[in-house]
């Protein structure tokens, strides 16, 4: 049973367009929601989070949108650049020793 | 900086073997976890720890075991390793109650031949 879904395996975008990327999740228990970035070869890299308790969450060109009625999350990266092309995952907290469930990735690829 | 180190990047072991995959963390984490990561799987965890020589099965424990004797240290072991766990390792840590992020480590490719 996966409680964090990430339906698009990838994703196209121009440089300097907008890029979206979606997750869905099905625990209301989720007290955080957070996306990581992750190169090949590499660890995953922490980008951003929300608290379950707010709809909205911004740092520079990232921004992750929650929608607690629907159970779907949402990073918006503005403007893309073609270093942002990488495996992008969504993971969402529950308390038990704040273990992260994760999303099965999207695969961003941002072209010139 | 938060470190997360985890002991190999590449690894080949035969199958039936024991191996052991350490992962240090230099943050003072209460929490750390070993996940794999497998193509169009995502992460999934595998075992997690909340203290010292606490530990508790992920979603997918079956064949490993797990050792925190410091609260610095997490060690994966497979207890006899098979070509269905070649995969990518992956050890974290998190605080409990501060801020939500968990830290990686590099990960270390396995392969079991």
């Known amino acids: 049973d996966q409680q964090v879904k990430q339906n698009s395996p990838s994703l196209s975008v121009q440089e300097g367009r907008i890029s979206i990327l979606n997750c869905d999740y099905t625990?209301?228990?989720?007290?955080?929601f957070l996306w990581y970035k992750k190169y090949p070869a590499e660890g995953p890299t922490f980008l951003i989070s929300?608290?379950?308790?707010?709809d909205k969450n911004e740092d520079g060109r990232f921004t992750v949108f929650l929608n607690k009625s629907a159970k779907h999350l949402s990073l918006h990266i503005v403007p893309s650049q073609p270093g942002d092309s990488a495996v992008y995952f969504c993971?969402?907290?529950?308390?038990?020793?704040?273990?992260?469930?994760f999303g099965t990735g999207t695969r961003l690829q941002v072209t010139l | 900086d938060v470190k997360v180190t985890q002991s190999s990047r590449y690894l080949v072991k035969r199958t039936g073997e024991k191996v052991f995959l350490e992962c240090v963390q230099d943050?003072?984490?209460?929490?750390m976890f070993w996940y794999r990561q497998d193509p169009g799987l995502g992460l999934r965890l595998i075992y997690f720890?909340?203290?010292?020589?606490?530990?508790e099965k992920g979603d997918i424990p079956e064949g490993y075991s797990v050792s925190r004797e410091k609260k610095e240290r997490f060690s994966l072991i497979l207890e006899s390793a098979s070509t269905n766990q070649t995969s990518m390792y992956l050890c974290?840590?998190?605080?409990?109650?501060?801020?939500?992020?968990?830290?990686f480590g590099q990960g270390t490719r396995l392969t079991v031949v």
């Open positions: 943050m003072d984490h209460e929490n």
């Open positions: 929300i608290s379950s308790i707010k």
């Open positions: 974290a840590s998190s605080f409990t109650w501060r801020s939500p992020e968990a830290f």
């Open positions: 720890s909340y203290d010292v020589k606490m530990k």
């Open positions: 993971a969402a907290r529950t308390g038990t020793a704040s273990k992260l469930t």
């Open positions: 625990n209301s228990m989720f007290d955080y």
